[in-house]
């Protein structure tokens, strides 16, 4: 099982970008996905996610707004669209895959079984 995270790069604030999650060796339509972050210096933080089946999303108060998670089943890819960035953004961008049915999402990093290599974002002011 891996995951791929691509799509970050360089952007100026107030710009977008949309980060992209391809998984092999399983369906994101049964996995839960998260994304998560880690800026130089600060601990991991959860961002978004979004349940298996039912696809129920949740967000970061950091990000509600401006981040938005969702899931193409028949790509089997997972996004997360990023809108009006902030320097405070800028960071290795993570997705994550948790093989637990659950309702209620979550981002417990501890949870999540399989991780992806990160990508980086990078917001200029």
């Known amino acids: 099982v891996q995951l791929q995270a691509s799509g970050g790069g360089l952007v100026q604030a107030g710009g977008s970008l949309r980060l992209s999650c391809v998984p092999s060796g399983f369906r994101v339509y049964y996995y839960a996905i998260g994304w998560f972050r880690e800026a130089p210096g600060k601990e991991r933080e959860g961002v978004a996610c979004?349940?298996?089946?039912?696809?129920?999303?949740s967000y970061a108060d950091s990000v509600e707004g401006r981040f938005t998670i969702s899931r193409d089943n028949a790509l089997n890819t997972v996004y997360l669209q990023m809108n009006s960035l902030k320097p405070e953004d800028t960071a290795v961008y993570y997705c994550?895959?948790?093989?637990?049915?659950?309702?209620?999402?979550?981002?417990?990093?501890?949870?999540?079984?399989?991780w992806g290599q990160g990508t980086l974002v990078t917001v200029s002011s």
């Open positions: 979004i349940t298996s089946r039912d696809g129920t999303r």
């Open positions: 994550a895959a948790d093989t637990a049915v659950r309702i209620i999402p979550h981002t417990t990093a501890r949870e999540y079984d399989y």
